[in-house]
């Protein structure tokens, strides 16, 4: 089974550039997408944006179109959130988690794998 370890997270300012890091060890061919998702201070998870691994496709919740892209490293079993022009909204725990399915969309149910998150906090 994928294990997931985030990395990467800190403490920056506004309008500043991050980029955190999911190393996925056990990756199987089933391992469809990897999603990044975030938990801010009394609030619940939401969905950032999601990657394959195949094809690199990628989609994005609007609060972030423009400002994180999501990339992948298939042969070091990576996966990447460049996040910038950073807000202090964007403040939180960041996760990334692993699916199976092709069509799992933001819903973090559909997300069966997840990594321990990375604190990230923004300044302003």
């Known amino acids: 089974q994928v294990q997931l370890v985030e990395s990467g997270g800190g403490r920056v300012q506004a309008g500043d550039s991050l980029r955190l890091s999911c190393t996925a060890s056990?990756?199987?061919?089933?391992?469809?997408?990897v999603g990044w998702f975030c938990q801010a201070p009394g609030k619940e998870r939401e969905f950032v944006g999601a990657?394959?691994?195949?094809?690199?496709?990628?989609y994005y919740a609007d609060s972030v179109k423009g400002r994180f892209t999501a990339s992948r490293d298939t042969a070091k079993n990576q996966v990447y959130l460049q996040m910038n022009k950073v807000e202090s909204e964007d403040t939180a725990v960041y996760y990334c988690a692993q699916t199976v399915r092709r069509h799992a969309g933001s819903d973090e149910a559909n997300y069966g794998t997840w990594g321990q998150g990375t604190q990230v906090i923004v300044a302003s």
């Open positions: 056990g990756r199987t061919v089933d391992d469809y997408a």
């Open positions: 990657i394959t691994w195949i094809g690199g496709g990628t």
